[in-house]
């Protein structure tokens, strides 16, 4: 099983740029995340999807979209980005009634 | 809402050395917590977790408690590898859909 993929590992836009963070994960999860990791923040929730045409904000969620159409898939979209969207990404998954959320490797963005 | 503090890093140690990393967390209820590891350049994966007041995780020779009277769930290990240098992330459950809520993370340096 290849868990939980991202794409790309890096990227750079200027800023009000869009571009779409891809996200998959082939363990049938119902539950999908994404996080922002900020240095020496931790990490922030932005959306999440607890199944198939269901998502809702997190902590974070001004300047991103998201839609999940498939169990395996749940993109983020940034519209307009900006300066203070460079982070580190972070899709998560886990199944229904489980409590340990299974990470892909992350994307770095900068926006200049 | 809900939040969990960790001691700042980077906790630097040698070869052998006992490590003590602290966290704290402020709740209501009975959440749950996990101690995640991020190793250089990867996504975060679970290193151990508890669920209920008392009970202890453990794993690769860490350990952490979940002490209710004191909020808290330090993590430990008797004697650290070099191998164990990452950023060690503190985190809780305590609504639906298994919202994970992130400390800032603590960077461990482990030298020979």
């Known amino acids: 099983n290849a868990g939980v993929t991202q794409t790309p590992k890096f990227r750079i836009l200027k800023i009000g740029q869009s571009m779409t963070l891809q996200c998959a994960q082939d363990?049938?999860?119902?539950?999908m995340y994404w996080y922002r990791q900020d240095p020496g923040m931790g990490l922030k929730l932005i959306y999440y999807?607890?199944?198939?045409?269901?998502?809702d904000k997190g902590e974070v969620p001004n300047g991103y979209n998201v839609s999940r159409s498939t169990t395996e898939d749940f993109p983020l979209r940034l519209e307009l980005a900006a300066p203070s969207q460079t982070s580190v990404y972070f899709c998560?998954?886990?199944?229904?009634?489980?409590?340990?959320?299974?990470f892909g490797p992350g994307t770095r963005l900068t926006v200049l | 809402g809900d939040s969990v503090t960790q001691m700042e890093g980077p906790v630097t140690l040698s070869e052998e050395a006992f490590l003590t990393i602290n966290c704290t967390y402020t709740?209501?209820?009975?959440?749950?917590l996990f101690w995640y590891v991020q190793y250089p350049g990867e996504g975060l994966q679970l290193l151990l977790k508890?669920?209920?007041?008392?009970d202890k995780g453990s794993n690769k020779g860490f350990e952490a408690t979940y002490r209710k009277e004191t909020t808290s769930f330090h993590l430990e290990k008797g004697s650290v590898q070099v191998s164990d240098s990452a950023v060690y992330f503190c985190?809780?459950?305590?609504?639906?859909?298994?919202?994970?809520?992130f400390g800032t993370g603590t960077r461990l340096l482990v030298s020979p």
């Open positions: 363990m049938n999860h119902n539950y």
């Open positions: 999807s607890v199944g198939a045409g269901i998502t």
């Open positions: 998560a998954s886990t199944p229904q009634g489980a409590d340990t959320q299974y």
């Open positions: 508890a669920t209920k007041a008392d």
């Open positions: 985190a809780l459950v305590n609504t639906g859909f298994q919202k994970l809520v």
């Open positions: 709740a209501t209820g009975y959440p749950s």
